[in-house]
Every structure is written in C-alpha cells, then in structure tokens.
Nanobody, 115 residues
Framework: QVHLVESGGGLVQPGGSLRLSCAASGTIFSSSRMGWYRQAPGKERELVAAITGGRSTNYADSVKGRFTISRDNARNTANLQMDSLKPEDTAVYYC?????????WGRGTQVTVSS
C-alpha cells in the first residue's frame, strides 16, 4: 500500500508562486511515475505534470514554462514549483503515484489564485 500526503497549498495573488510537496510512503519502486493533477469546480481532473523515476517529465500545455516538477527518489518526494500563477490555476491539486497499473492518490490541497 502507498500513502501520499500533500502540502504547500494556499492563497496567492496572480503572478505569485507556490511550491507543493508530496511525500510518499509504503513500497515504492523506481519505475513508478509521480505526478500532480488538479480539479477545478465543475471541471474534470486533469494532469498538470508528471515525472518518472528516471526524471523524464511531461507537462500540460497550460503550465509549460511556469511550473516545474521535481522528484527525490531517495526520499520518495515530488515537488511542484508553480510560478507566474494565474486565476485559472485555482483548483484542488492532487498528488498521484502510479506503479504496476495501480494509481494512488493523496487527499488534495487547495490552491487559490486571487487578488
């Protein structure tokens, strides 16, 4: 079993920055993929960014150049640095870990971008 805990959400003004962190515990393999998803009110959950154990990354087009995902395999953590935040980035952000066809989810952390 894998347990994920997110931290770092909050309220920020447009143009500001936030850093989200995800701590994973349990049996985690280097072949796993860790990522961040978000869900805004009335919208479907969408992939924001993901990173493999080999640190290959992919990003949603809407966040490219503004968000950076990183991973520490030794500590089983994944971070999402979010810069130049926009009101449309407002959502609940969920940490995800996928390995051997199984998806694990954190409870989510609220990010609100508003003046």
């Amino acid at each position: 079993q894998v347990h994920l805990v997110e931290s770092g959400g909050g309220l920020v003004q447009p143009g500001g920055s936030l850093r989200l962190s995800c701590a994973a515990s349990g049996t985690i393999f280097s072949s796993s993929r860790m990522g961040w998803y978000r869900q805004a009110p009335g919208k479907e959950r969408e992939l924001v960014a993901a990173i493999t154990g080999g640190r290959s990354t992919n990003y949603a087009d809407s966040v490219k150049g503004r968000f950076t995902i990183s991973r520490d395999n030794a500590r089983n953590t994944a971070n999402l640095q979010m810069d130049s935040l926009k009101p449309e980035d407002t959502a609940v952000y969920y940490c995800n870990l996928a390995q051997f066809g199984v998806n694990y989810w954190g409870r989510g952390t609220q990010v609100t971008v508003s003046s």
